[in-house]
């Protein structure tokens, strides 16, 4: 007989955990939402890089590593972002939070599917591919700021301009960033007459 194992009961969690604590909303979002999100624009930015710029990235493993990025935050919560990066040491103190977490959720894992989400959790070691990654869930969240301040929410003014500048610096070294930006960001914000 096989042992209960908790994890996805922990995961599913997700829809739970609200993002954007400091803002006031328009649409409240929640973690699930995002993360879909993310998966969706990591394995996009895979495609672009593979097609256009002769790469050979994994779109899948991209997307999966997109949907469980922020796992952790199921028992941290999502920390603000001026928090979060307010200085070096609180940065740290909430990695190492967020890898404790992740351990967490890893040990209600049945032992022999343990390596395959270890990885998936901790993003392996294609630095590129996790940048990637990294870039998607800017993205996400730049087009929150997107369709906030289109929703006429000045709230998201600074945010957007604080996520888009870390955006304009990823295109550097990511041209796959530069492309989703100029072809797919400009439709967003728009209502379903202006896009169909």
Do not use: Q
Not at 83 to 104: F, I, M, Q, S
């Amino acid at each position: 007989m096989a042992t209960e194992s908790h994890f996805f009961a922990i995961i599913s969690r997700m829809k739970y955990i609200e993002r954007w604590a400091l803002m006031r909303s328009a649409r409240p979002e929640n973690l699930s939402e995002h993360s879909l999100e993310v998966a969706m624009i990591a394995h996009a930015l895979c495609i672009i890089g593979n097609v256009r710029y002769g790469r050979d990235l994994d779109a899948n493993r991209a997307a999966v590593m997109g949907l469980y990025h922020d796992a952790s935050e199921i028992i941290t919560g999502d920390m603000p972002t001026p928090v979060k990066y307010r200085n070096d040491a609180l940065k740290g103190a909430y990695k190492e939070v967020e890898h404790e977490a992740e351990g967490e959720l890893l040990a209600t894992l049945p032992k022999d599917l343990l390596p395959a989400f270890e990885e998936v959790l901790h993003g392996g070691d294609d630095e590129y591919l996790h940048g990637l990654v990294k870039a998607a869930d800017k993205l996400s969240a730049y087009i929150k700021c997107i369709e906030e301040t289109s929703a006429g929410n000045a709230e998201f003014r600074t945010a957007a301009a604080t996520t888009l500048a870390s955006l304009e610096e990823m295109r550097a070294t990511r041209p796959e960033v530069g492309d989703f930006m100029d072809e797919f960001l400009p439709s967003y914000g728009r209502t379903l007459d202006e896009l169909l």
